[in-house]
């Protein structure tokens, strides 16, 4: 079985550029997350998504940042526009119940120039 | 917001040794979950064990156990018979129950030396 797949693994991008992060959630899992490390920090939650309801998006930094997952299947998060504070290693993960071992992709390491 | 606190931002074993990471936690709640996570460089990070405060006993997968001191809000991870596969990033983290968002530390590096 595939596991979470997040796409570009890295990006390099200039500040008030955008970008879009795609995550590939584990096939039937309802729940998906996102995270992100910042300056290596400690992972923070961004937001929880039940298919394609936004359950939680009380860690999303600022309106800049736009999270979709049309269908329920997968998910974007755009950065728009980016600033140099969003560099940073951003997680998804997925679960198939919201208290289900949460399986981790990746990550997208994005670098703001 | 519970925090977690990673002390050891790099450790450093020889193959076949034993290292242990340590792990601090603040919280209110009587009953939550604590976990391991790794993240081997460029790879998905993984569960590697997980503990439920309402359990005494300390829980254990293969070479990995942890020592849960709930009174200390202590939850450290014993690595022991270090193999070169061990070498990564570990991450403490916590959940509260009925929740799904998992508070992380910082993460500590750990590298296994042949």
């Known amino acids: 079985e595939a596991g979470v797949t997040q796409f570009p693994s890295h990006s390099v991008i200039e500040k008030g550029q955008t970008v879009t992060l795609r995550c590939d959630p584990i096939?039937?899992?309802?729940?998906l997350y996102w995270y992100r490390r910042v300056m290596g920090k400690e992972i923070k939650f961004l937001l929880h998504?039940?298919?394609?309801?936004?359950?939680?998006e009380s860690g999303m930094p600022n309106n800049r940042f736009l999270a979709e997952r049309t269908g329920g299947t997968y998910s974007t998060l755009k950065v728009q526009p980016a600033e140099l504070e969003d560099s940073g290693v951003y997680f998804c993960?997925?679960?198939?119940?919201?208290?289900?071992?949460?399986?981790f992709g990746p990550g997208t390491r994005l670098t703001v120039l | 917001a519970q925090t977690v606190t990673q002390s050891q931002p790099e450790m450093s074993v020889q193959e076949a040794e034993t290292v242990t990471l340590s792990c601090t936690y603040d919280?209110?709640?009587?009953?939550?979950?604590l976990f391991w996570y790794k993240q081997p460089p460029s790879r998905q990070m993984i569960l590697v064990i997980r503990?439920?405060?309402?359990?005494?006993q300390n829980a254990t997968e293969n070479r990995f156990s942890v020592n849960f001191q709930k009174a200390a809000k202590s939850f450290s991870l014993k690595i022991s018979d270090s193999q070169l596969g061990d070498t990564a990033m570990y991450f403490c983290?916590?959940?509260?129950?009925?929740?799904?968002?998992?508070?992380f530390g910082a993460g500590t590096t750990v590298t296994v030396r042949a």
């Open positions: 993960a997925s679960s198939q119940d919201f208290r289900g071992e949460q399986f």
């Open positions: 096939s039937g899992h309802d729940n």
């Open positions: 998504f039940v298919k394609e309801s936004k359950q939680d």
């Open positions: 919280t209110s709640e009587n009953n939550y979950y």
């Open positions: 503990q439920e405060a309402y359990k005494q």
């Open positions: 983290a916590f959940m509260k129950p009925n929740d799904y968002k998992l508070s």
